[in-house]
T-cell receptor, first 110, second 120 residues
Framework: DAKTTQPPSMDCAEGRAANLPCNHS???????VYWYRQIHSQGPQYIIH???NNETNEMASLIITEDRKSSTLILPHATLRDTAVYYC???????????FGSGTKLNVKP | EAGVAQSPRYKIIEKRQSVAFWCNPI?????LYWYQQILGQGPKLLIQ????????DSQLPKDRFSAERLKGVDSTLKIQPAKLEDSAVYLC??????????????????FGPGTRLLVL
């Protein structure tokens, strides 16, 4: 059911930018892209979402390609506490339903 | 603002026993979701409530799972009888509203810490 494709794992050095890619080539015109993360033994935590334009908040930036078929979540200065599984989700039309894939395990290393 | 509360945090039962999980959503959130997360996988939606009505329960194994949200606030998810494959984390989430027609109105889902169930 997942409508997104993400690499299973990535490494990032502490203090560097972490760029997490997501492919959503079948996204519809009115479907949003959401990003959540899940730190070990916790519930998923909302990070950011967007439709067409790039978005930025205090946690991250979201870059969506012009054709909307892929996006990148950017953590500008990764810390050890950013080690988590990151989920890219396409919100299903009309029902606020999220299909979670397997996500990307981000390992931030000192 | 208090987050989504869930209890218990951990539960160990034997197969064929019954178990119930409780969720208290964020105040004012009309929509409540129950997810099942098996180890190594992403969460899978089991059931979605809008106030006290069921919006979607297509993924709920209705022969053994049941859920209710009688007063449109708290919710209970029950498994009876439990099987080994029910071992998972059960997550509750809430949001203010579902999307309106046209999908323009997007609401973020906020998750609780989850209940970790082990069936022996």
């Amino acid at each position: 059911d997942a409508k997104t494709t993400q690499p299973p794992s990535m490494d990032c050095a502490e203090g560097r930018a972490a760029n997490l890619p997501c492919n959503h080539s079948t996204i519809s015109g009115n479907e949003y892209v959401y990003w959540y993360r899940q730190i070990h033994s916790q519930g998923p935590q909302y990070i950011i979402h967007g439709l067409k334009n790039n978005e930025t908040n205090e946690m991250a930036s979201l870059i969506i390609t012009e054709d909307r078929k892929s996006s990148t979540l950017i953590l500008p200065h990764a810390t050890l506490r950013d080690t988590a599984v990151y989920y890219c989700i396409v919100r299903v039309y009309n029902f606020n339903k999220f299909y979670f894939g397997s996500g990307t395990k981000l390992n931030v290393k000192p | 603002e208090a987050g989504v509360a869930q209890s218990p945090r951990y539960k160990i039962i034997e197969k064929r026993q019954s178990v119930a999980f409780w969720c208290n959503p964020i105040s004012g959130h009309a929509t409540l979701y129950w997810y099942q997360q098996i180890l190594g996988q992403g969460p899978k939606l089991l059931i979605q409530f809008q106030n006290n009505g069921v919006v979607d329960d297509s993924q709920l194994p209705k022969d053994r799972f049941s859920a209710e949200r009688l007063k449109g606030v708290d919710s209970t998810l029950k498994i009876q009888p439990a099987k080994l494959e029910d071992s998972a984390v059960y997550l509750c989430a809430s949001s203010r509203n579902t999307g309106t027609s046209g999908g323009r109105y997007q609401e973020t889902q906020y998750f609780g810490p989850g209940t970790r169930l082990l069936v022996l």
